[in-house]
Nanobody
């Protein structure tokens, strides 16, 4: 069983930074690619960033490219999302997830394990 616990969300002003963390159980990072997604009320969950299991190659949504950085610490079993120059439209609940299905790394349907989410609110 994979357990994922996000932390680090909060209220910030536009232009500021936040770093989200996702603590994972066991050998999650050696088994699964990992991703960050976000969701606002009444909208579908959307892809933010992902990091591949072995190569560590990263992929980003166009909306966050150049501002967000995904990384992982295998020794600490922790996934990170560094978010810089935050914008009002980044406000959402952010989820980390473990991908265990074959398919696109930016497709929520390919992820079976999800954390509970952490709220990020960006104000003007």
């Amino acid at each position: 069983q994979v357990e994922l616990v996000e932390s680090g969300g909060g209220l910030v002003q536009a232009g500021e930074s936040l770093r989200l963390s996702c603590a994972a159980s066991g050998r999650t990072f050696s088994t699964y690619a990992m991703g960050w997604f976000r969701q606002v009320p009444e909208k579908e969950r959307e892809f933010v960033a992902a990091i591949r299991r072995m190569s560590g190659v990263t992929t980003y949504a166009d909306s966050v490219k150049g501002r967000f950085t995904i990384s992982k610490d295998n020794a600490m079993n922790t996934l990170y999302l560094q978010m810089n120059n935050l914008k009002l439209e980044d406000t959402a609940v952010y989820y980390c997830a473990a991908k265990n299905r074959i398919g696109s790394i930016n497709d929520t349907r390919n992820y079976d394990y999800w954390g509970q989410g952490t709220q990020v609110t960006v104000s003007s």
